[in-house]
């Protein structure tokens, strides 16, 4: 397999390697996110509440998020295709063993692993992408590879609670794990290809690593941008773990019903995918940001007064189309806080993301015990309107000179 040197970037990458890390997105994402419909029917199984059962989302998203960090030094010193084919085969196995498991304390240990191998997967591939495509490019290539984010989040929701009622939440498990090892033998195969071009650091050391990510918080463009993807995924998501408890409890929906009403959020995002071309030439950067934080409010506000399950399709679908539009402005963003180590830019950038998800799931868990979903809902509407307005002014200019201040930070580290 070819091995780049660390100071050089490829004219392009291959097309299928990248079709490969797209389908390792689709399962990662697949398996962190599969609970979200499920956390009724766990409850029922272990004799809990729905709130309670949750452990099993935040447990995945936290590991999901805290082990970020890690893999941005060893995507750097073992390649970061290397990588994401080892953890998808190690996720896969855990995947496949959640279905036999007989107590929730057991499935929560088992979601932990899950969301350890599954944080390998997103950073490193985006990070594997950009090191072959021009900035100017890259946010469209991006929005190419978050469609298997966007599918495996569908996947998630529709199949996860279909699957409820037809094969129970045990056959949702061991089918997921079946497709995600399968998932894991066509990466390795790419890997061995000589379509794979690997760039490594072989002397990357974890001290160094530290002195990296220390430098790279210090950075003011980072910390907007850091800032900003972790409100978003403790808004966002905390609020949207418990639509589907909601839609179950409070609307008597089916798991089926709730499960594409649940779609219609990912549904949204594939939308954005083929319009993407169109919106950053029309709208921007700071555009981008503002109409995202003000369709994820809409959706939010539908669903603190929903009666009726239909409405609750139309909140999905907005909060998919903003969370698309403000996510992968701050992706691509992302993509330029560290050129020359994006593995350990990445990997920070997605590590505050999802533990800001974790927190938020915790967070929003004990409010809705408290205050009931609508109250909940009501608040995180507002919160996500002020989060789009607030990255408007955080963002400033809508060009490439913060990207290119931070590509300094080799030289000032």
Known sequence: MPTLNANCDQGRVANRPIVALTLSAFVAIAAVRVTDPLLPQLAREFATTPTSASIVSTSAMLAYGVCQVGYGPLGERHG????VTAA???G??????????????ILAVLRLAVGAMAA????????????????????KVLAHFLSGQILGMLAAQALGGVGADFIGWRGVFGALGAIYTGVGFILWCELRSSRV?????PEFRLSLAIVRYLALVQLGPVHRVLVLVGAEGFLLYGAQTFVGAFLKNNLGMSYSGLGLVLACFGISGLAYTVLAPY?????????MMFFGGLLMCAGFSICSLATVAWSVSVAMASSGFGFYLMHN???????????????LGMSMFSSIYFVGQAGGVATCALMIDVFGYGVVFGVVALALLALGSGGVKLFGHNNLAEGAHAANLSDRS
């Open 120 to 139: 390998a997967v997103v950073p490193l591939s985006i990070a594997y992408i950009a090191d072959g495509t021009a900035y100017e490019a890259r946010q």
């Open 80 to 83: 970061k295709y290397t990588v």
């Open 279 to 287: 919106i950053v030439r029309r709208l921007g950067e700071r555009g």
């Open 197 to 201: 071009v690997e760039r490594r650091v």
């Open 92 to 105: 896969a196995a855990f995947m496949l063993a959640s279905a036999f498991v007989q107590s929730l304390e």
């Open 88 to 90: 998808t085969l190690l």
């Open 329 to 343: 402005t701050l992706q691509t963003r992302a993509t330029q806080m560290a050129p020359s180590e994006r593995g």
